[in-house]
């Protein structure tokens, strides 16, 4: 990307809500403003940023926005996520889907939410094999504050799955090089076992 779009995606990514729902069909937030940078996307594609996020793209473009995408969900005000305690199994399917670490818990025990720091993105809902999660209403507006938040979240969690990604490689290419090593040396012991056999 030109240090131009660049910054420009910079300028746009500050402006939305960082929820990294998804809803825009981009992967996060930052991918969003990258394409509306590069003029790839239309800006009417965040429905948890509303009208002022709308308004405020328009602003920061100089054009006219057009109606947010009716396609992409509805705005609406913040939810967040409710797990119903005696139904959570403790798959971690949910932590795994957060985007932003608002959820806590271990393997085959009971998970929660932190509501403060959910961004009410819902990607959790899906991956739970027994429906346990509801939306429920914040009771509170999602700020700049929490944006900021959230985007830090958001990085600090790529940054520690990408660091687990690559350390699995490297045990993999490991456990791949010692087999190999031992592939060879059964071969060598294979060869001096037949050799002392003939001789």
């Known amino acids: 990307m030109p240090p131009s779009s660049a910054r420009l995606a910079d300028r746009v990514d500050a402006l939305l809500p960082q929820t990294q729902c998804r809803r825009c069909g981009y992967d996060a937030c930052r991918p969003y403003a990258e394409a509306i940078a590069a003029g790839e996307a239309e800006i009417n594609r965040c429905p948890p940023g509303g009208q002022a996020t709308l308004v405020a793209l328009g602003v920061l473009l100089d054009r006219t926005p057009p109606p947010l995408d009716p396609s992409r969900g509805q705005p609406g005000p913040l939810r967040v996520a409710c797990i119903d305690e005696s139904a959570c199994i403790g798959c971690t399917l949910c932590i795994a889907a957060c985007p932003v670490d608002a959820i806590i818990g271990a393997q085959k025990r009971m998970h929660a939410v932190l509501t403060s720091l959910c961004s009410g993105c819902e990607l959790c809902i899906a991956p739970c094999p027994v429906d346990c999660i509801t939306m429920r209403p914040a009771g509170r507006v999602w700020t700049s504050g929490d944006a900021s938040a959230a985007r830090a979240r958001f990085a ?36 001096r076992e037949t050799a002392a056999a003939r001789s």
Request: a positive charge.
């Open 156 to 191: 600090s969690r790529q940054t520690r799955l990408a660091a687990t990604s690559a350390a699995g490689k490297r045990d993999a290419e490991a456990r791949k090089r010692k087999a190999a090593i031992a592939a060879a040396i059964e071969r060598a012991r294979a060869r």
